[in-house]
């Protein structure tokens, strides 16, 4: 990532930063994200195999955790190396096909996030 630009100094933030004034992000060592997303994905099949009906919180937590996870993954990876995943993560969407049909039942609330 470049460094910022002396307005962004000046205002104290970083293009796109979705933290703190005056906190600039680092790069991360892809093999500590690979071993944080590999820690969600056992957090997910625990709480999954622990399940307490469809609409358990833990689950759905579990489920986001691995998708924050693997972005920063995707990221780290990126950064580093210049490579990416063959992976995709998809995101819930109420909203109709771009046809203006409906989704397929197999897919239903489901659409890939744009990185």
Request: no cysteine; charged share 30%; aromatic share 6%.
């Amino acid at each position: 990532m470049p460094a910022p630009g002396p307005a962004a100094a000046v205002a104290g933030t970083y293009p796109g930063q979705k933290g703190p004034a005056n906190v600039y992000p680092m790069s991360i060592d892809p093999r500590v994200a690979l071993q944080s997303l590999t820690a969600a994905l056992e957090e997910h099949l625990a709480a999954s195999s622990a399940r307490r009906g469809d609409d358990d919180p833990a689950v759905e937590s579990a489920y986001l955790a691995i998708a924050d996870a693997f972005e920063v993954y995707e990221e780290a990876l990126y950064d580093t190396y210049s490579e990416v995943t063959p992976l995709v993560i998809y995101e819930e969407d109420d909203d109709e096909d771009e046809d203006g049909g409906e989704e397929d039942e197999d897919d239903e609330d489901l659409e890939p996030i744009s990185q």
